[in-house]
């Protein structure tokens, strides 16, 4: 059973993080460090500067921070170290730690930063998600793993097949918490915490807290302290808000002309359909482009993804839902090809540029009677936009 009773989150201090901190002086163990280094990690960002002494220390954690601020090692390197350092044996099928996302694609990048601090740790690792064979999976679990990163659906198959059981899962996390409530995944999330044992460590990310989200936090962390770091709109200065109004006729061609400038393009349509045909467009406008949607079988999406984000294709075409995983650095330009319908889409659509530290601009094409739902739409996201600058 979980712990239902209310709690008030301990909000930690405002004041900001020393930026001079090391991980080591955080608390981080000095082959974790080292593991950091090598991969030319020396600095904790801000997110992991608050967040990683109450998380090893095995407090519950309640983390506010955007897509691309670190969350993943805020949360993993406290998971891993706590998971080496138990008492508890390794056993088959029954995993010591859990981290819970909404999609493939993230599943695949939390174990992929991951994996290489878990091997030094000697810690075994698994993501488990749709999309690819079940039964491999089960094997998988068969030869003992200390973690996995699942989505809710996959884990939910492998439970009832009782090729897993989180009986002795001592630590859960979920992450971007926010976007599975979106994607209607808490009644798998709450079923899944629901077999949790009671008295281990819970840590929450999301980029908002929502209601159904603070339903979460009320239902299975006891007492967390709460981290905020950077503000939930998107108003950086960093980040330039444009509107382009267009005729229908001419917004393909406008998309073509957008994502031809330098720089890796991401554009975001409503439909599956539309994904793949806009992309099959730029092709022919000879812009080398992707399409990432839901039709997809597994092993497409992750080539589309990876080649985007080793820059040899540039564009990348997605529809909200696919597009949940994407959390790749240097996205120089997003476009709303179809203009979202809430602010909170906006924003995380926004979002997948002018990450750590970069520029970015987002640009939203709106036919002339979309014009005002559109502005509309900015003022509840809280953006200041500007035209679209044309040729004198």
Do not use: W
């Amino acid at each position: 059973m979980p712990a239902t009773l209310p709690t008030t989150p301990t909000t930690s201090s405002s004041a900001p993080a020393a930026p001079d901190r090391s991980f080591a002086e955080l608390g981080i163990p000095s082959v974790l460090t080292a593991a950091l280094t090598a991969r030319g990690i020396t600095t904790p960002r801000p997110i992991q500067a608050r967040t990683l002494p109450d998380a090893l220390n095995g407090r519950d954690v309640l983390g506010r921070a955007e897509t691309g601020s670190g969350k993943t090692l805020a949360f993993g390197l406290p998971l891993l170290v706590r998971t080496a350092s138990a008492h508890t044996r390794r056993t088959a099928r029954r995993p010591r730690a859990l981290v819970l996302v909404p999609t493939r694609e993230l599943a695949d990048q939390v174990h992929d930063e991951l994996l290489p601090l878990a091997d030094v740790l000697g810690l075994r690792l698994l993501a488990v998600y749709g999309g690819v064979s079940l039964q491999r999976q089960v094997q998988q679990l068969r030869r003992e793993v200390d973690v996995v990163v699942a989505t809710p659906g996959r884990l939910g198959d492998l439970l009832d097949r009782g090729a897993c059981s989180l009986d002795r899962v001592d630590v859960a996390v979920l992450d971007e918490a926010d976007h599975m409530a979106d994607m209607g995944f808490l009644p798998a999330v709450r079923a899944l915490l629901d077999q949790v044992p009671r008295g281990g460590q819970r840590m929450l990310f999301s980029a908002t807290l929502d209601g159904q989200v603070d339903t979460l936090v009320r239902r299975y962390l006891t007492t967390p302290v709460r981290h905020t770091v950077a503000p939930t709109a998107a108003t950086t200065t960093l980040m330039v808000h444009q509107v382009r109004v267009v005729e229908a006729a001419e917004k393909v061609a406008v998309a073509a002309e957008l994502a031809a400038r330098p720089g890796r393009t991401l554009v975001f349509v409503r439909t599956k359909h539309r994904a793949a045909r806009l992309a099959r467009q730029l092709d022919r406008a000879g812009i080398r482009a992707g399409a990432l949607h839901g039709n997809l079988a597994q092993p497409a999406r992750a080539r589309a993804l990876s080649a985007f984000a080793a820059g040899k294709v540039p564009v990348l075409v997605a529809t909200d839902i696919a597009a949940r995983g994407i959390h790749v650095d240097g996205i120089d330009l997003v476009v709303h090809f179809d203009p979202p319908t809430e602010p909170k889409a906006y924003l995380h659509r926004s979002g997948r540029t002018a990450r750590a530290g970069a520029a970015g601009t987002v640009v939203t094409l709106a036919l002339p009677e979309q014009a005002g739902e559109v502005a509309k739409l900015h003022r509840r996201a809280q953006v200041t936009t500007s035209p679209y600058p044309t040729a004198a």
